[in-house]
């Protein structure tokens, strides 16, 4: 099967894009040791693959996902390096397929010997209900991404900035590209435990809202779009007002941000 979706040259696409993606994090310095996840629903471009299921290891899911019965996603491995990932996709990450009633799915894209150390990302509960949620609300956004964007995470560390409308109001200050391309601003996660079902509940709020970036505080941001290269942009451009906030206190000034007049006029621009 493995090499099935190797020739599938869409899903040989997108398995590309997440690698690219992959360096691109280690390069960032946002992925440390395992640090970070991806997963993409591949359902559109190989919904018509036959398989017989019970040739590959089940697993079974806390809950069920209601609107991913069926579906293929590819996704990455817990505890697997996103430097290794880069390099060799397919043993860093798999593709797994759910059954018809969303309640286990199976590695489908895996050679046997290599199962036992492998496991989809601790994350999963996160992933799966975002997806969930983006197939129920009919939206065209395919992947989510998960890393750990030191800026943005460093913000967190700050208690004026645990709230959603201060971090905003300053990220969207910094650059003017932060308020054209993220106009809705972060939805904010108050610390949860990592890989809990607590947290995939509190996140999917902030997507059910229309963010399309979900803070962690002190710990991550999760990102959504059409592509993972989208869902990247996202975390990249916010994380760049981040960091140009911290250049300047870092040289001493407090700095000053967009006032609300050049904001209208972006909006006015821009977003109309
Ligand atoms: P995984 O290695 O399980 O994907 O976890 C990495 C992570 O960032 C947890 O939040
Ligand atoms: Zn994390």
């Known amino acids: 099967m493995n ?3 190797q020739e599938n040259k869409k899903v040989a696409k997108v398995i590309h894009e997440v690698a690219d993606l992959a360096n691109y994090l280690w390069q960032k310095g946002w992925a440390e040791r395992n640090a970070g996840n991806i997963s993409v629903n591949l359902s559109d471009i190989i919904e018509d693959v036959d398989l017989d299921l019970d040739n590959y290891p089940k697993f079974e899911l806390a809950q069920p996902y209601p ?6 996603f590819f996704v990455t491995g817990t505890g697997k390096r996103m430097r290794d990932l880069a390099q060799n996709p ?12 969303a309640d286990s799915y199976h590695i489908i894209s895996m050679k046997k010997r290599n199962l036992y ?4 990302t601790s994350e999963l509960p996160t992933h799966l209900l975002v997806h969930n949620q983006l197939v129920e609300s009919g939206s065209t956004k395919r992947a989510v991404v998960h890393t750990h964007p030191n800026e943005l995470v460093a913000m967190t560390q700050i208690p004026k900035f645990q709230n959603a409308e201060t971090l905003n109001k300053t990220l969207w200050g910094m650059h003017p590209e932060a308020f054209v391309f993220v106009p809705r601003g972060v939805f904010m996660v ?7 079902h607590k947290i995939a509940d509190a996140t999917v709020v902030g997507f ?5 970036v979900v803070i962690w505080e002190k710990h991550g941001a999760f990102a959504i779009g059409d592509t993972v290269s989208d869902a990247f942009d996202m975390i990249d451009i916010l994380s760049k007002s981040a960091r140009i906030w911290f250049m300047a206190k870092q040289s001493g000034f407090e700095p000053e941000g967009l006032n609300e007049e050049q904001l209208l006029e972006l909006k006015d621009a821009f977003l109309k």
Not at 117 to 120: A, D, E, I, S, T
Not at 190 to 196: A, D
Not at 208 to 212: A, C, D, F, K, S
């Open 90 to 101: 397919m043993k860093n990450a798999c593709i797994i397929k759910l059954n018809k009633k």
């Open 117 to 120: 150390n492998f496991r989809p």
């Open 67 to 72: 609107a991913l019965g069926n579906k293929f």
């Open 3 to 5: 090499d099935f979706f």
């Open 190 to 196: 108050p610390y949860i435990l990592p890989g809990s």
């Open 208 to 212: 059910e809202q229309g963010h399309e």
